[in-house]
């Protein structure tokens, strides 16, 4: 006597394998997304730490320009000072020239230093946008990677449960 009915077999349905398959799909899925998750977690943080980072290095820079000037104009008023206790001609070419050089020696200074800073600050705000869409993309990826498990798994488990079974269930 054959056995018919809904007792197992390879023809009615899925089996106990097949079962396993589905939920082993399931779990690799779910770790797929919390490995996403957190991936993106840590991007996100480092992009908000690189954001701090440009934002204190807009504020640095300008301090720093504000602190060169004052030493500029305090250098530039030593200049006149010493001039003037010498009983220098305020006009003579040859000490506006020394006073104009020192005055471009320190502008020039002061643009190096504040651009450098500036220019790190741009640096930072550029990674933390890396560090904004490598998030993005982890998410994407977790996502899509856990549907890909899952397909895989139904296909394993219509394969472990037979032709027939996989078009019944379709």
């Known amino acids: 006597m054959g056995s018919s009915g809904s007792g ?13 398959s589905l939920a082993s799909a399931g ?14 977690a840590g991007d996100e943080f480092q992009a908000e ?18 602190q060169m000037t004052r030493n500029l104009n305090a250098t530039l008023g030593n200049i006149d000072a010493v001039r003037a206790a010498a009983n220098a001609n305020p006009n003579s070419p040859t000490g506006a020239a020394f006073r104009d050089n020192q005055e471009n020696i320190g502008t020039e200074n002061k643009t190096i230093t504040v651009d450098s800073i500036l220019a790190q600050s741009d640096q930072d705000r550029s990674d933390a946008a890396y560090y904004q869409s490598a998030a ?13 498990g ?9 394969a472990a449960a ?4 996989a078009l ?3």
């Open 8 to 20: 197992g077999g390879s023809g009615g349905g899925l089996t106990p394998a097949g079962g396993m």
């Open 27 to 40: 779990l690799s899925a779910y770790s797929t997304i919390l490995q996403s998750q957190g991936t993106a």
């Open 49 to 66: 730490k690189l954001q701090t980072a440009a934002t204190y290095g807009d504020l640095k820079a300008s301090q720093t320009a504000g």
């Open 136 to 148: 993005s993309n982890a998410l994407l990826s977790g996502g899509i990677g856990a549907a890909a």
């Open 150 to 158: 899952i397909a895989g798994g139904i296909g394993k488990a219509f």
């Open 162 to 165: 037979g032709p027939a079974a």
């Open 168 to 170: 019944l269930a379709l």
